[in-house]
């Protein structure tokens, strides 16, 4: 019950913007899990791209996510930039969250006409930037959200390009770990990524979760892995 209400909350289906392609992909390591994604459209015909991360695992995150899907529907209508949406996200969740508890975020919003993407990263892994002549991350421009309430945020720009890809991901992938114990980790990530510079944005994404799961092999699925893709043709 706990999963499908869950589930609910996320995206039931992601809209594709003119000439892009995008992909939301959640494989939570239990029933319920901690990540959450969300693209929605805006008025003003701007998209919101986010991505974020609850610590810890279990029922205690799955809830903080349910706080978060909500805050995030509830604020999303009425903030002009990402920020302003961090910020008031942030009020939101300090009634709510214990000690110890924050979110890792990725939150964006894009202009499909022109490929501009205005963001906050609050503490997140970079998302990674391919199709040009080198991968380009995007790192942290502040703290992860109820972490340090009141700490200072800043904002990023980037314009993709046509033929460009966007690639936002939970710590989940990099850090799966095989029966030797080893991490797939951003090295491994890095090299395939290089192999699928050119795909289009479907492509890209089912090659990364295909060598994920090759790498992980028989082992368990030790945290929620989640993708999104956002490809400009």
């Given at each position: ?30 029933e ?59 009020k ?9 508890q ?115 092999g ?16």
């Amino acid at each position: 019950l706990a999963e499908r209400i869950q589930r609910n909350l996320l995206p039931q289906e992601v809209p594709q913007p003119e000439g892009y392609q995008i992909l939301c992909h959640q494989t939570p390591c239990t029933e319920v899990g901690g990540d959450l994604y969300d693209v929605r459209p805006r008025t003003d015909g701007r998209f919101w791209v986010v991505l974020g991360d609850v610590t810890g695992h279990g029922m205690g995150a799955a809830l903080l996510m349910s706080h978060v899907m909500s805050g995030l529907q509830l604020l999303e209508d009425e903030s002009e930039d990402p920020l302003t949406l961090v910020t008031r996200l942030e009020k939101h969740l300090l009634q709510h969250v214990e000690i110890g508890q924050f979110v890792t975020m990725f939150v964006g919003v894009l202009d499909p006409a022109t490929g501009h993407l205005q963001y906050v990263n609050a503490g997140h892994n970079p998302p990674v930037v391919i199709g040009g002549p080198d991968a380009l991350e995007l790192p942290a421009t502040g703290m992860a959200v109820a972490m340090l309430p009141g700490q200072t945020r800043k904002v990023a720009e980037i314009t993709l390009g046509e033929g460009q890809t966007l690639l936002i991901f939970s710590d989940g992938i990099p850090e799966t770990v095989n029966i030797h114990d080893e991490q797939y980790d951003e090295g491994r990530m890095a090299g395939l990524l290089a192999s699928v510079d050119g795909l289009d944005g479907r492509t890209i994404g089912a090659k990364l979760l295909a060598d994920v799961e090759l790498f992980r092999g028989d082992a368990e699925i030790t945290d929620d892995l989640t993708l999104v893709v956002l490809h400009r043709r």
